[in-house]
């Protein structure tokens, strides 16, 4: 039975938090900034070489950012002499579609050409990000541009249509890669993503029209100045995951915020219109992240040591060159087949590993320190256990069998830094000295700031949100504190219980959202 997917959405002015949620369960969290733009994979600059690195044959590039970018002689790609030309010959004056579909893409480059023979510091060059910066690294570069859609990938000046692997049928192959051909404009290449198999002309004519639209866009910018600038950017992280994962196992996506629910709804009857009606607008009052259930999540599986069942736990170490991952067995119950219990603990961490990796994706070498097992069999089953696990992580990973010290080595591809959340928390109310005021009167603090925005402020309306443990509180028995307060202020108070609050935290809001603590 196939894995239910959900995808929870949690938009606000600072930030959007994207949760995958299957069978309810954490997978995947990412997070985009929603004030200016970061350096992300996919994104396209026009870049200006720095400094060429002949020992290395490969060059340092500014596209803007702190750190510069790198770029290696083999991640020119085989026509780089053609988008070379297309920078040097594009002005605000000139017919830029005429120069594009005229440039000649041949001749290839050499396999074992020498940068130094092709690029020299001050030139202008197009590139696409493929590493994200990483701890005192740059970003990695390609200059081999492509631009990712739903059913196809679409390659500038390039010449060939390739068809992903995963499509068996040989008929559906050359039905595909015939239909493509056809549509292509001229320098255009293609890759056909799996998602196209089944497809027809009208789906494949209208992606390929919006991607060659979005590569012809940039060229303005591009002819307008030859400065370093962003020329485009991938899709928001929301339809990035989308276009990835969308398949029929998704039951529904949550957002709670109308502009990017209208944004997921209008892609999705894109890309898959017969989908559009799992798109849900959540209004609640209760914050969407808790609400299913997700800042839990969050906070049980981003420390240190993470829980696994019956008394097993992780516990996960991060380092500049690698992750370390070591399996206890903890307060688990000793029974007479040590071997197997043994084993049954290791299959549960491995299940939570495969999940962890993808929750934090971590990327480089992984070592997992499992419990020692005297069985080969047993060695053997968990190192099968551990490749099927992994087989839904979308990152280029390899997964080596155990060593004889029950060693597992997994690398996976880094494209960006892991995410680390700190778990902890400083206590709001004695800011970490570890004494407060006597917790017996919370509730004279809270009422001391109520009566102030009833009767200095004039609001009649007012949010309350605490954690859930004071929430409680407040709302105790038939006249609970909430209660005498309503009556005693002669206002409206609505009590929002937020999972993610300390104890004794709590915030007072308008009812039109604005808080009024800050």
């Known amino acids: 039975m196939e894995a239910v997917k959900d995808l929870i959405v949690d938009a606000n002015a600072v930030e959007v938090s994207i949760a995958l949620m299957e069978n309810h369960r954490l997978i995947e969290l990412n997070r985009e900034s929603s004030q200016g733009h970061g350096f992300a994979v996919g994104d396209v600059y026009l870049g200006k070489v720095k400094k060429i690195l002949p020992s290395l044959n490969a060059a340092f590039v500014d596209i803007g950012d702190e750190k510069e970018a790198f770029v290696h002689y083999l991640d020119l790609g085989l026509y780089f002499k053609a988008f070379d030309e297309f920078v040097k010959r594009s002005n605000p004056n000139s017919d830029l579609k005429g120069i594009y579909s005229h440039i000649k893409i041949g001749p290839a480059l050499e396999k074992e050409g020498r940068i130094e023979n092709v690029l020299s510091p ?26 990712a859609g739903r059913n196809i990938v679409l390659l500038p000046f390039a010449e060939k249509v390739s068809v ?112 559009e009606k799992i798109v849900k ?17 969050i906070k049980s599986s981003f420390g240190k040591v993470v829980p696994i069942r019956q008394g097993a736990y992780l516990v996960i170490e991060h380092t500049e060159a690698l992750h370390v991952i070591d399996v206890n067995s903890g307060t688990r119950s000793k029974n007479k087949e040590q071997e197997q219990n043994t084993y049954d603990v290791n299959c549960y961490a491995a299940e939570e590993i495969a999940r962890q990796l993808r929750l934090r994706d971590m990327g480089g070498i992984v070592i997992v320190d499992f419990i020692d097992m005297e069985s080969n069999e047993h060695r053997n089953m968990l190192y099968k256990h551990m490749q099927e696990l992994m087989q839904n992580d979308r990152a280029k990973h390899n997964v080596l069998p155990l060593t004889k010290f029950g060693l597992m080595q997994i690398t996976r591809q880094r494209v960006r830094p892991a995410t680390e959340i700190n778990t ?47 929430g409680a509180y407040l709302c105790k028995g038939i006249f609970s504190i909430l209660h005498k307060w309503k009556s005693k202020y002669k206002c409206k108070i609505r009590l929002v219980e937020v999972t993610d609050f300390t104890v004794l935290q709590n915030e007072f809001y308008t009812d039109k959202g604005d808080r009024l603590d800050s």
């Open 164 to 275: 992903s692997q995963k499509i068996s049928s040989k008929e559906e192959k050359r039905r595909l890669e015939t239909l493509v051909r056809n549509i292509l404009p001229k320098n255009y290449g293609a890759i056909i993503r799996t998602a196209a198999e089944g497809k027809n002309a009208a789906v494949l004519d209208a992606e390929i029209m919006t991607l060659v639209r979005k590569w012809e866009d940039s060229w303005k910018k591009l002819a307008r100045s030859k400065n370093v600038q962003l020329l485009f950017t991938e899709y928001s992280k929301t339809t990035t995951i989308l276009r990835d994962l969308l398949n029929d196992s998704f039951s529904n996506i949550y957002v709670n915020d109308e502009n990017v629910y209208e944004e997921i709804r209008r892609y999705i009857s894109l890309i898959s219109p017969e989908q």
């Open 281 to 297: 607008h959540y209004r609640d009052s209760q914050p969407i992240f808790d609400h299913f259930e997700v800042t839990r999540q």
């Open 424 to 470: 902890t928390e400083v206590c709001p109310v004695c800011h970490g000295t570890g004494k407060i005021s006597s917790s017996v009167v919370i509730d004279e603090a809270i009422e001391r700031r109520l009566s102030y925005y009833v009767r200095e402020k004039g609001l009649k309306t007012l949010v309350l949100k605490t954690s859930p443990i004071l």
């Open 122 to 147: 001050g030139q202008m060059i197009i590139v696409q990000i493929v590493k994200e910066p990483i701890s005192t690294k740059g970003s990695r570069l390609t200059a081999e541009i492509s631009l």
